[in-house]
């Protein structure tokens, strides 16, 4: 449903090393990756800053990690609203002033098949009338100030591709929620945001990248600082 109920909240790396552990059955090319990320709990201790607004940048034992503010929020959004759509569970915040939204026949008649999801993504809806949507809450995290025209785009998205099986359509409107709520380049962080960040990447199933294939991290070690140098 779209009541107050808890966010997922992925589960805190508090050790890092421990979360990506090697098995010997881990292929060599992911070793090697799950090698970079094994850089233990010792960044909270570590100083955190920002790179142009983009990346965060911390040192590790082996070397030094970069994190791409957008691309890691948009996974850990991505997978977040993933969850909400498998358990039922989502968490929604109230509009002060909820808004009306005018809708065509089609796009009205659309929105009754996206009617279930978008409750379950945080939205919280209600007619006026049968062309009238009226927008009382969003997901939690959406800080937008036209939800309506978010609302509009994810009824034409869904007309255009028309993505009957439920697991895609979900993929397709977690993707686009996250693209929208992920934290924007140039966006000024603190140190606990930061921290929080760099921990729920980690806890996310695929950290490496963003949903759209852009890295979201990269270990630098000291031996290729030191190789760059001369």
């Not at 589960?11 to 990506?20: G, I, Q």
């Not at 509009?152 to 255009?160: A, L, Q």
């Not at 966006?187 to 890295?215: T, V």
Request: aromatic fraction near 6%; charge should be negative.
């Amino acid at each position: 449903g779209n009541g107050q109920r808890p966010a997922h909240q992925p589960k805190a790396a508090a050790n890092w090393e421990d979360l990506y552990a090697v098995s010997a059955a881990t292929p060599k090319l992911m070793q090697t990756r799950m090698d970079d990320a094994q850089v233990g709990a010792e960044t909270a201790d570590k100083p955190l800053f920002q790179l142009h607004g983009r990346f965060i940048v911390s040192q590790i034992k082996s070397g030094l990690l970069l994190v791409d503010q957008e691309a890691a929020h948009y996974r850990i959004l991505y997978e977040k609203y993933l969850h909400q759509f498998k358990t039922g569970k989502s968490s929604s915040q109230q509009l002060l002033f909820p808004e009306s939204l005018s809708l065509s026949k089609q796009e009205a008649g659309l929105l009754h098949e996206l009617w279930d999801d978008l409750h379950l993504a945080g939205f919280s809806l209600g007619l006026q009338n049968e062309h009238e949507l009226l927008i009382q809450g969003v997901p939690a995290e959406l800080q937008l100030s036209d939800p309506g025209k978010l609302i509009r785009e994810m009824i034409e998205n869904y007309k255009e591709h028309q993505q009957r099986d439920p697991d895609a359509l979900h993929e397709q409107l977690a993707r686009e929620l996250a693209q929208k709520t992920a934290l924007p380049a140039g966006r000024r962080l603190e140190k606990a945001e930061m921290q929080q960040l760099i921990d729920e990447l980690f806890a996310c199933q695929n950290p490496y990248y963003s949903p759209d294939g852009k890295h979201s991290l990269l270990h630098i070690t000291l031996e290729e600082l030191a190789q760059r140098m001369g």
